[in-house]
């Protein structure tokens, strides 16, 4: 497996090996001591999946305090354009973001830490996306930030056309409107 540094060295992103024959192809998607030793020292304790339709956007969310989650998220079927946004205080990189493209075919995976928001805009009907999280959920724990507030200036795909929003997502705050992660 390849890991790829972004601008924000906590955040990573995963390229297994991928064995590919007339059959197709096999991949080992998780194995704990080859991503500790990439650095990657996350223990998952949940794995969440999503379907979704082309346009649909998810985020950008975090869980605060003690209920904060590393997640580790892939695509199974169709593509994504992933972000995760670094809402750590006192962070150098506080306010920046990080984004890629998720594919069933590139077989990449995002590595999430606990401190950023993280959001994806999906590219095609019927995208399956999995995540595993070093945390439980807790709903009373759920944080939001726009996903287009200016401040970020996150380059989302989709140029001219309407996302498909929660009403919840909606309604998020900007980044000056947010409580920083503190872990």
Sequence with gaps: MEVIATAIPDVKIVAPDIH???????????????????????????????????????????????????????????????VAVDIRKDSPTFGQSVSCELTA??????????????GFVVLEDNTLFSYKCDNLYCKESERGLKFDD?????KWPWPGRDFLLSEKDKVHPGLDGIEPWVG
Excluded: M
């Design 20 to 82: 590919r024959d007339t059959r197709g192809y096999f991949a080992e998607t998780y194995n704990e001591e080859r991503y500790v030793k990439a650095g990657i020292c996350a223990k998952f304790v949940q794995d969440n999946e999503s379907c979704s339709s082309r346009g649909v956007l998810r985020g950008l969310h975090w869980q605060a305090g003690e209920h904060g989650q590393a997640k580790l998220v892939r695509v199974i079927r169709g593509a994504v354009w992933d």
């Design 150 to 154: 200016p401040k970020l200036g996150i």
């Design 105 to 118: 075919e590139n077989c990449r995976q995002f590595f999430i830490p606990r401190g950023f928001a993280h």
